[in-house]
Structures are given as C-alpha cells and as structure tokens.
C-alpha cells in the first residue's frame, strides 16, 4: 500500500523559512525512474506544481519560485524535503507531496497559513 | 510559463456526457503526451484519473475519456453520475521537467 503524508508548521509568519517534510512507504526512492514532488494549492484556487526529486538526486523546480525553493531526500528514512525561503501571505495554501511524474499517488494535504 | 485554460464551470444531468478542454501552447500540450487529469472532492487530495493524455489508472471507470488535439486536450466525463460532481484539473509537461496545471473545472451534476 502507497502512502504519503506531509508534516510541518501549520503557521508561519512572513519572511520566515518554511520547511515541509513528506514522509511515504510502499515504494521506494532508490528504484530507477522513482520521484517525489510537492504541489500546492491556496484556498479556492488551482494547484500549482512547485519541485521534484528523482531517483538519481536530480532536482527540478518551478520557474516562477526556483530561486526561493529547495527539495531533498533522505531514501534512508523515506522522506523528501521542501524549503521556501522568505514565505509571504500568498504562500498560504494546501501543500501536498506527490509520487512519480504523473502525481499518481497523493498525500492527504497540510494547511500552511502565513501571517503578515 | 501561463496556467492551461480551462472552461471554470460545466453541467449536465445525470447520465449525459461533459467535456471538458484544456489549452496550452505548442510548447506543452502541444509537444508532449504527458498530460494528466485530476479529480477532486471538496476537502480531499486530487485524485489521477488520466495520464499519457488518454490512459485511465486501474479502477477508473470507463466513463472517464481523453484525448488531445493540437495545444488542447479534452476529458469527456460520459453517463454522469452524482458522485462526478468535482472539480477536475488538467496538467502537462512543459519541458526542461517542470509540469503545468489548468485552473480547474467545476463539474455540476444537475
């Protein structure tokens, strides 16, 4: 069975860093083509891809948000890490992380709110 | 990199046939068969109901179709049913790894 589950701060105020983790079982990060990815999606609004974190360590990122975004993986703990630096208010959204590059499996979603 | 276009709403009565189109450019829809499309309920996470532009998952009914032609791609949703009363999302690869979502379609099922 594949689940994934994000975790994080449900608050964060502005210019702060936010730091999500998502932690998955039933597949594995190390088997060739595999990936995890983030997409968020601000209350009432479209889902928006933001990074992804393959296999072999390659990382893509949004263009609009590249400069301020970070993804990681630890495949000994089963988890990938997201950063965003210098978070503002229109950051606030449902963050979810994503298996493979065809977002087959999703987490349940985390709430993160951003204070001014 | 501009969000796909999608229709904000559509509506039917239970049993006939949606469409639903997604336009994107020559430089996604147009130049890739990776385009996806989700499912959401109020509340929950996106479910994948379509992927390689036309493949269903297993265990997505057969009433869920799609296709594409040129920048547009389009999911036809056939003998609606209550519980199709979503709001579904399109999303294609648009090079250099990075993937685009359309802004949603509201499925009413009168």
């Known amino acids: 069975q594949i689940t994934l589950k994000e975790s994080g701060p449900t608050l964060v105020k502005s210019t702060q860093t936010l730091t999500l983790t998502c932690t998955f079982s039933g597949f594995s990060l190390t088997n060739s083509g595999a990936g995890v990815g983030w997409i968020r999606q601000p209350p009432g609004k479209a889902l928006e891809w933001l990074a992804f974190?393959?296999?072999?360590?390659?990382?893509r990122y949004s263009p609009s948000l590249k400069n301020r975004l970070t993804i990681t993986k630890d495949t000994s703990n089963n988890q990938v890490v997201l950063t965003m630096t210098n978070i503002v208010p229109v950051d606030t959204a449902t963050y979810y992380c994503?298996?493979?590059?065809?977002?087959?499996?999703w987490g349940q979603g985390t709430l993160v709110t951003v204070s001014s | 990199q501009s969000a796909l276009t999608q229709p904000r709403s559509v509506s039917g009565s239970p049993g006939q046939s949606v469409a639903i189109s997604c336009t994107g450019t020559?430089?996604?829809?147009?130049?890739?068969?990776?385009v996806t499309w989700y499912q959401q309920h109020p509340g929950k996470a996106p479910k994948l109901i379509i992927f390689?532009?036309?493949e269903r998952p297993s265990g997505v009914p057969d009433r869920f179709s799609a296709s594409k032609s040129g920048n547009t791609a389009f999911l036809t949703i056939s003998g609606l049913q209550a519980e199709d009363d979503a709001d579904y999302y399109c999303?294609?690869?648009?090079?250099?790894?990075?993937?685009?979502f359309g802004g949603g379609t509201k499925v009413t099922v009168l």
């Open positions: 974190i393959y296999w072999d360590d390659d990382k």
């Open positions: 999303c294609s690869y648009s090079g250099s790894y990075s993937w685009l």
């Open positions: 390689d532009v036309s």
């Open positions: 020559s430089s996604d829809v147009g130049s890739y068969k990776y």
């Open positions: 994503v298996r493979n590059n065809i977002f087959d499996y």
